[in-house]
């Protein structure tokens, strides 16, 4: 990509709004310009995705398994620090260099998720210590959590439509999950019975999870043989 001469003077280009991976650009920068930035900053920063996946499928499908009913609910108090360190702060961390490389999906995704695992981890272990109290309040508060992800999840799967199809397939999963997960929650009594509708958001989350390691498996693979050996069918 040429770079911009010297002598361009930017007071003569009008302002406009260019749209990047990154999100709008409203400079005077010429187009080819802001495409020479993006890619620099791309290629100047390693790609944090793998992390990011694999604390993110981690976390998913052990709390499937918790909140689909697939264990016992007294795991809740297990599954917290894996939530809290690994697809909490973990994939957060990713999320944030995502933001540095300029990819506002990814950045958006694995900073909202690992905020999702974290404020799960840590009202668990809340309701461990006594310091909330368990019952219909704090189910909802989680329900109504699930439901705003699952819209989040929507919101990002239709983003995710234009890089590839494992993307859109494990926010597609995510969209359904969560909105299955948010609605047993509303619904748990004191026996804490999940139902089917729960064990069906947890196979979700299960799917969700398995195509993520599949997604991060093929990002380090790949970029370490510099060549596709685990297709994502579209862009990495």
């Avoid at 840590?122 to 189910?139: F, K, Q, V």
């Avoid at 999840?153 to 859109?168: E, I, Y």
């Avoid at 948010?182 to 729960?198: C, W």
Wanted: net charge neutral; proline share 5%; charged share 10%.
């Amino acid at each position: 990509m040429p770079d911009i001469p010297e002598t361009y003077n930017y007071q003569l280009v009008e302002k406009h709004a260019a749209w990047t991976e990154a999100g709008p650009v409203v400079s005077r920068l010429p187009d080819m310009e802001i495409a020479r930035l993006e890619g620099r900053a791309a290629a100047t920063v390693a790609e944090p995705s793998t992390l990011a996946l694999f604390g993110f499928a981690t976390g998913t499908w052990m709390a499937g398994a918790v909140f689909g009913g697939y264990l016992a609910p007294s795991a809740q108090l297990a599954l917290a620090p894996i939530l809290l360190l690994f697809a909490g702060v973990a994939q957060f961390i990713g999320g944030l260099y995502a933001f540095r490389r300029i990819n506002a999906l990814t950045a958006n995704a694995f900073t909202c998720y690992g905020s999702y695992n974290a404020i799960v981890g840590l009202t668990i272990l809340l309701e461990g210590s006594g310091l909330i109290p368990r019952g219909a309040d704090t189910n909802t508060i989680l329900g109504y959590l699930n439901c705003s992800f699952a819209f989040i999840s929507l919101t990002l799967m239709f983003a995710g439509l234009q890089r590839n199809v494992v993307v859109a397939a494990i926010l597609g999963c995510l969209t359904a999950g969560y909105a299955l997960i948010g609605i047993t929650q509303f619904s748990l009594g004191p026996h804490y019975s999940i139902g089917a509708v729960g064990a069906a958001g947890g196979a979700l989350l299960f799917a969700a999870a398995g195509l993520a390691y599949y997604m991060g498996a093929a990002m380090v693979i790949n970029s370490s043989w510099r060549r596709t050996l685990l297709p994502v069918f579209g862009e990495p």
